[in-house]
């Protein structure tokens, strides 16, 4: 199927229940664009910023929507052929106005905490198969610990994007392919595949050198 013919519902739709490499590959070829223009517009209101936050914040964006198995994109319901965008770009401005918040309160000493993967609506506690506070500070201690080891692991200049793609491909279920779709990551599928086999090694090391100090 030509995935570029797809209606935006209906590629939504595939991405979310399939996980179609050529799905994601044509979302992020249809919609990088509008991302990064909000990304770069909001930025913008809060000062001077980096090229590199900019390409940051929109693999951010990626991780957002694909957050909880996809729950931002499975909750959005169509009311008019473009809301889609109009739900992508608020989604984006918000996670923007926040990363910036926060950076500015951790600047002023307010110690404010990350969202990371605490629930974003109240009702997600409500659900049945919520986690319950236990499982999900558990959960983003493990996260965090993971995190930790990442950043002192992926070495170099290109640290925060090799650290970017881990997380794409085992938080979201990416396919390399489609991360390499991404104009921000700037290597090829094999290259992307590479890099997520180099930290996978890497962290399975660190892991069982650390078993085995204890």
């Known amino acids: 199927m030509d995935c570029a013919a797809l209606s935006t519902e209906e590629l939504v739709l595939k991405c979310v229940e399939s996980g179609d490499a050529a799905a994601w590959e044509e979302f992020i070829r249809r919609f990088q664009p509008p991302i990064a223009r909000v990304v770069l517009r909001v930025a913008r ?15 951010e964006t990626y991780l957002k929507l694909c957050a909880n198995n996809f729950r931002l994109l499975r909750s959005f319901k169509s009311q008019h052929p473009d809301a889609f965008y109009g739900y992508l770009k608020v ?3 918000n996670l923007v106005h ?36 236990v499982q999900i ?28 793609i881990f997380w794409l491909y085992y938080r979201t279920g990416l396919t390399a392919s489609a991360i390499a ?34």
Not at 102 to 129: F, M, W
Not at 146 to 157: E, I, T, W
Not at 181 to 190: D, Y
């Open 45 to 59: 209101r809060w000062g001077p910023f980096s090229p590199q936050l900019i390409d940051d914040l929109v693999q």
């Open 91 to 93: 989604v984006t401005a």
């Open 98 to 133: 926040d990363h910036f918040k926060t950076t500015h309160s951790a600047k002023r000493g307010s110690g404010a905490a990350e969202a990371g993967d605490y629930p974003e609506n109240v009702s997600d506690l409500n659900s049945p198969s919520a986690p319950t506070a």
């Open 137 to 164: 500070s558990e959960r983003q201690i493990l996260l965090q610990e993971f995190d930790g080891l990442l950043r002192k692991l992926a070495l170099g200049h290109q640290a925060e994007r090799d650290r970017k």
């Open 181 to 214: 779709a991404m104009p921000s990551i700037g290597l090829s599928t094999k290259g992307v595949e590479s890099t997520i086999g180099r930290l996978t090694k890497l962290l399975r090391q660190e892991m069982n050198e650390g078993k085995a100090i204890t």
